[in-house]
């Protein structure tokens, strides 16, 4: 933002205060956050969540660093924090499908897999911000180069070597070189 903000007047929930932020900001944090989403109506929505959780934690914000920032930060950790969720809530619903299939499920096949799913999203969280919301998007959501682009406000080359840079950060990790060996075998 241009000019400094009444943090007082801002956390005592000011229209005046919101309604300058929400005009000024609103953008920024919305392409920051758009990777994150399925489609704009998910990112508008994401939005929401954010500034809410920027007003909640606006008591956290020390000064150090721009506000604008901090209040990006916020929102994709809120992004993050609801991906995590939403994958958590398509595992549950897979397994519930999964046995819904198979009247006796193998337990250890079940636990083979869960495990490898926590792998790879450990390995996942690992990556830079960047080269993870690339990758999610590629391998995960399915997108094309040019839709990662547009997401992330790059061009496309950017994009593909965004993905391609966290594809061959992934081969690097220990973990994934041997859930390839496992599953190969």
Known sequence: M???IDLARLAARD???????????GPRIWW????????????????QDCWEAI????????????FDNWAIAVSRNVCRMRLREARRKREVALEDATLVLDDAPDPEHELML????????RALD???DRERDAVIMRMIQGRDTAEIAEAM???RPT?????????AMLCRMEQIRQLVMDWMH
């Open 2 to 4: 241009t000019d400094p």
């Open 15 to 25: 229209p005046v205060v919101l309604a300058e932020l929400v005009e000024e900001l």
């Open 32 to 47: 920051a956050i758009r990777s994150y989403a399925d489609d704009d109506d998910h990112a508008d929505d994401l939005l």
């Open 55 to 66: 007003l909640e934690r606006l008591h956290q914000y020390r000064g150090r660093g721009s």
């Open 114 to 121: 869960r495990e490898r799913r926590e792998v790879l999203h």
């Open 126 to 128: 690992e990556l830079p």
């Open 153 to 155: 406000g790059v061009s």
């Open 159 to 167: 994009a593909r070597s965004r993905v391609a840079r966290g594809i």
